[in-house]
């Protein structure tokens, strides 16, 4: 569209200025309008004076401004500190762990059976006698503020201690629990020390079962768990289970039978010294091979392999095909990288054989 | 003050005012539909509505809008809450509204308002 008039500059500087002051003016005009119109409308509505109640209520439901409480006047953490009576185990349970507390005490929801059955899985396998539900549950309960069992540093256990499972005492005692001061800790995930070599065969199958640094626990998760590599996994089974069980259950699993039931004597032996004759089911020969072993290998970690495998060795004597058991340990000691291990394997199996 | 032409006086009259020299009635002739002229663009491109939400948004933000309000209750009251009209509310709060608008938000719509008149002029 044609504008007929002059560029605006210069002298008309004062013309557009005074022009832009018209528009704005005029914008500023119709707002106030508005407005007008907004307001009239509510009054004769009735709706105008609506947010002014009467002084009682304002003063009630004014916005508080205190340090320690929010602005309903409402203290933060009032019922943290507080401890509650569980109406089943009689038992003062911090308020915020009540709810979960009483899903397993009551036995209901759903981990509490998940719970309860892998917990009777594995005591069935360790001792014969009952285990009480209630002591199982509270091996995992974390509610239970007992100071001690918290702390759980170089724990020195209390024998009578109710959170110890009655199932764990009549185990060969006196390793376990040493064991157990130096693996502290029963409130979370699984403590391997107090699994028998076949309920550790079991799980491993299932779970993931690497062991934490810091709480020293199996990971309870899937074989695919995230956090946990697969080599992870692999050593934790050569760990608990012996050479001749490197694999994860998806992949080869010939030889592990023979060897697990010395794993868990075998692990202790590792630890302490001083208990050779303490392993339960130990063998003779196994044994005296150990000691041979022992005093080849200086480091701990390579007597870790030749201890395992001269386990493997001395189970062996039950009949289970060797090769199987050889090629396994052959293939574990790879891994390992010790120097000797293959050929004084073999020397171990031409005198067992 | 508005000067209604008909359209024959129209075309002559800067004719005339080109001879003449240049009389007040012209000039007011021309500010007049210099005026219309931007009113039409700015209506036409939309800019005027634009500019309308905008004040609205920045006079609500700044809490004039809160504060006319306050006026507004104190007339109601004074008038009383049956009797007020629009043009009592009108005659006695926009001169307040007018003077209660911040300097921020004045400068800028004016500033704006500058922007779109130095590009379309021509």
Redesign the interface.
């Known amino acids: 569209m044609k504008m007929e008039e002059k560029p605006l500059s210069g002298p008309d500087n004062t013309r557009l200025e005074a022009l832009i002051q018209d528009v704005y003016s005029e914008l500023v005009e119709d707002a106030c309008l508005g407005l007008c119109f907004e307001v009239h409308r509510a009054v004769k509505q009735g709706y105008f004076f609506l947010d002014e109640t009467d002084q009682d209520s304002i003063k009630e439901f004014e916005i508080v401004d205190q340090p320690g409480v929010d602005i309903f006047g409402q203290v933060f953490n009032q019922w943290k500190n507080k401890e509650c009576e569980c109406p089943n185990c009689k038992r003062l349970i911090a308020a915020s762990r009540f709810a979960p507390h009483l899903e397993k005490c009551l036995g209901m929801g759903r981990n509490s059976s998940r719970i309860a059955n892998r917990r009777l899985a594995t005591n069935n396998n360790i001792s014969k006698s009952e285990s009480d539900q209630e002591d199982n549950d509270d091996l995992n309960d974390n509610d239970w503020s007992y100071g001690a069992e918290k702390k759980g540093e170089n724990l020195k256990i209390n024998q009578n201690s109710p959170r110890r499972s009655k199932s764990l005492k009549h185990k060969n005692g006196e390793w376990l629990r040493r064991v157990d001061s130096v693996l502290y800790n029963y409130n979370a995930g699984i403590s391997y020390e107090s699994l028998g070599p076949n309920e550790i065969r079991s799980l491993l199958t299932t779970q993931c079962g690497v062991i934490s640094e810091h709480t020293k626990r199996m990971c309870t998760r899937s074989h695919r768990c995230p956090q946990h590599t697969d080599d992870q996994r692999r050593a934790i089974r050569l760990f608990l289970l012996g050479p001749s069980v490197p694999t994860l259950p998806d992949a080869d699993v010939e030889g592990d039978s023979f060897d697990i039931p010395n794993g868990q004597a075998l692990l202790s032996r590792l630890q302490w010294e001083d208990f050779p004759d303490v392993s339960p089911t130990d063998s003779a020969s196994s044994k005296a091979s150990t000691n041979h072993s022992d005093s080849k290998r200086p480091k701990k970690k390579k007597r870790l392999d030749l201890s395992l495998n001269s386990g493997g060795g001395g189970v062996n004597m039950t009949g289970v095909s060797s090769s199987s058991c050889q090629s396994n340990i052959s293939l574990s000691t790879k891994k390992k990288k010790p120097k000797t291990a293959a050929p004084s394997v073999s020397s171990i199996y031409d005198e067992l054989n | 003050m508005v000067v209604v032409f008909s359209l024959f006086d129209a075309d002559r009259l800067p004719n005339l005012a080109r001879r003449s020299g240049i009389s007040p009635t012209n000039t007011m002739n021309?500010?007049a539909?210099?005026?219309a002229?931007?009113n039409?663009?700015?209506t036409e491109t939309g800019e005027?509505d634009r500019?309308?939400e905008l004040?609205?948004a920045k006079?609500t933000e700044c809490g004039w809008?809160d504060q006319?309000?306050a006026q507004?209750?104190d007339v109601?009251k004074q008038k009383g809450?049956e009797h007020?009209?629009?043009e009592d509310?009108?005659v006695e709060?926009?001169p307040k509204?007018?003077a209660l608008?911040p300097d921020s938000v004045?400068k800028e719509?004016?500033q704006r308002?500058?922007a779109f008149?130095?590009q379309h002029?021509?």
Do not use: F, N, P
Request: proline letters at 0%.
């Open positions: 021309k500010e539909r210099l005026k002229s931007i039409q663009k700015l005027r500019l309308k004040l609205r006079l809008k006319m309000k507004c209750k109601i809450l007020v009209t629009v509310l009108v709060v926009t509204g007018r608008v004045k719509l004016l308002i500058r008149l130095t002029a021509s």
